[in-house]
């Protein structure tokens, strides 16, 4: 058996769909604003990571759309700002993500939800995806007050999950994520759904790079459970 670490953001589902809600209000400039909320997303959980600074992440949310308002010169108003950060639970999971998941449980493997999402709302999130039926437990860094790629959050992971280490797989979407994962031993799989986006030049190789979740669960370890 492997135990599975799924990111959710960007691996099980898509952060794009942020953009269906957002359109009512930025028009032409809905591509520009999902991209520049996402990145300020990400930018400003890393920041409370490494000062220690931790907040839950639907205010991180909030903090990053306020900038990325401010940054496109786009106008929500305060009323409505809520609600859109709630609509990240309310995301489209990828195609492949529940067959892939079932036939990973089929295997015999452990498959864990593995996120910076908080519990309430990875749960909400999990559950609109119709995933959450589908993983056999569901992981927040709330629990340990820090987000990835902090090393205590991928500590958890182990610690939860269940197997030793290196039985003990991160799968993730995201570079950044793989590469925190795996300078604390686990096993890791990059998702690379965009071919022609390359994995970030680092000292580190992942241990796989799958096109799709679908063909994760084709290659060993997973496929000869």
């Given amino acids: 058996m492997q135990v599975i670490g799924f990111d959710v953001f960007g691996t099980l589902v898509d952060p794009a769909g ?3 809600p957002l359109r009512p209000f930025a028009g032409d400039g809905t591509g520009a604003l999902v991209a520049e909320w996402r ?3 990400l930018e400003y959980a890393f920041r409370r990571a490494a000062m220690g600074r ?3 992440f639907d205010r991180v ?3 990053a759309l306020d900038r990325a308002l401010a ?3 786009i106008d929500i108003p305060e009323a409505d700002r809520e609600d859109l950060v709630a609509a990240w639970t309310r995301l489209p999971a990828f195609p492949d993500a529940a067959p892939a998941l079932d036939s990973l449980r089929a295997r015999g493997h452990r498959c864990l939800a593995f996120s910076n999402g908080t519990a309430k709302g990875l ?3 999990l559950d609109h995806a119709g995933l959450a039926s589908r993983l056999d437990d569901v992981l927040s860094v709330e629990t340990v007050g820090t987000y990835k790629p902090a090393p205590a959050v991928y500590d958890h992971l182990v610690a939860t999950g269940g197997a030793d280490r290196n039985a003990t797989w991160l799968v993730s979407g995201n570079a950044w994520d793989v590469i925190g994962a795996g300078s604390t031993g686990l096993a890791t799989a990059w998702l690379q759904r965009d071919e022609r986006k390359p994995f970030d030049p680092w000292d580190y190789t992942p241990d796989q790079v799958v096109a799709t979740l679908t063909r994760l669960a084709e290659l060993p370890p997973f496929s000869d459970a």
Avoid: K
């Fill in 18 to 20: 942020i953009a269906e």
């Fill in 39 to 41: 990145r300020s997303q």
């Fill in 54 to 56: 931790y907040q839950p």
């Fill in 61 to 63: 949310t909030r903090g």
């Fill in 71 to 73: 940054v496109t010169g």
């Fill in 123 to 125: 749960q909400a999130l």
